[in-house]
Nanobody
């Protein structure tokens, strides 16, 4: 069984920064892509960023490109999301997710991911 546990969320002012972490258990972490999604109240879950199993390449939603950076440390079974220049529109619950095996990279649909964390709240005040 795979478990994903996010941490690092909180309240930050407009223009501030946060770093999210996602600790994973399970032997397949280092062999599959990982991603971050977010969901604001009343909205659908949306793709934020994804990273290949090797960490060699990443992919971002246009709304966060240039501000967010996804990374991973396979030795620690952890994936990160560094968020800079945060805006009130970034307010949401952020989830990490593990890609299904043999899914083409990058995958932006939530259906391409089979394990999810419980989420961590990020609130950006104006």
């Amino acid at each position: 069984q795979v478990q994903l546990v996010e941490s690092g969320g909180g309240l930050v002012q407009d223009g501030g920064s946060l770093r999210l972490s996602c600790a994973a258990s399970g032997r397949t972490f280092s062999s599959v892509a990982m991603a971050w999604f977010r969901q604001a109240p009343g909205k659908e879950r949306e793709f934020v960023a994804a990273i290949r199993w090797s960490g060699s390449s990443s992919y971002y939603a246009d709304s966060v490109k240039g501000r967010f950076t996804i990374s991973r440390d396979n030795a620690k079974n952890t994936v990160y999301l560094q968020m800079n220049s945060l805006k009130p529109d970034d307010t949401a619950v952020y989830y990490c997710a593990r890609s299904r095996v043999r899914v083409a990279f990058p995958a932006v649909s939530p259906a391409a991911y089979d394990y999810w964390g419980q989420g961590t709240q990020v609130t950006v005040s104006s």
